[in-house]
């Protein structure tokens, strides 16, 4: 123990005796480093603002100003932002409204997203679930094209 302290008093000592020329040299050293960058606090612009801010409004339930905000941020893309109405789908889905978030969805398929199969499931569900007779056959069909544009991964299940 005596060995260990009497080692770091030595380390001390020694860096005070070695003069002002290797403290200078400290700072240097601090400067050359990079600065962590989080990007989530960096200014964002309008359209990533309004798609942050639906998403804070969904996570918290509040889904018709998380709408108003995804609509916006798409609006801000004029209209192409795949994203916006995917989120704006599984807004109205989450509550419900399942004739609002099919029609979200077909928003969404149409701008061609790399997750269009899984979309296209997502439609039938949404056309399911309204219980309505006649968008039944809709259903079926947006399985089908789910099952066929995923190469036949997915299962059908209706």
Same mark, same amino acid.
């Given at each position: ?49 309004? *798609? #942050? ?10 889904? &018709?100003?998380?709408?108003? /905000?995804?609509?916006? $941020? !798409? ?43 899984? *979309? #296209? ?10 219980? &309505?007779?006649?968008?039944? /056959?809709?259903?079926? $069909? !947006? ?16």
């Amino acid at each position: 123990m005596k060995r260990v302290l009497f080692s770091c008093l030595m380390l001390v000592l020694g860096s005070v005796l070695t003069g002002p020329a290797q403290l200078a040299s400290i700072p240097q050293q601090q400067s050359k480093q990079e600065t962590f960058r989080n990007p989530a606090m960096e200014e964002q612009d309008e359209f990533h603002q309004a *798609l #942050n801010k639906g998403r804070v409004l969904m996570h918290d339930g509040d889904v &018709d100003d998380a709408v108003k /905000e995804f609509r916006k $941020a !798409a609006t801000l893309k004029n209209g192409q932002c795949a994203e916006c109405f995917n989120f704006i789908a599984q807004a109205y889905f989450a509550i419900g409204k399942y004739k609002d978030a099919a029609i979200a969805y077909k928003q969404t398929i149409a701008l061609k997203p790399d997750n269009e199969a899984e *979309l #296209n499931n997502a439609l039938g569900v949404s056309i399911y679930l309204q219980d &309505d007779k006649k968008t039944l /056959e809709e259903a079926v $069909a !947006a399985f089908n094209r789910a099952i066929e544009m995923s190469g036949g991964k997915l299962v059908k299940v209706y």
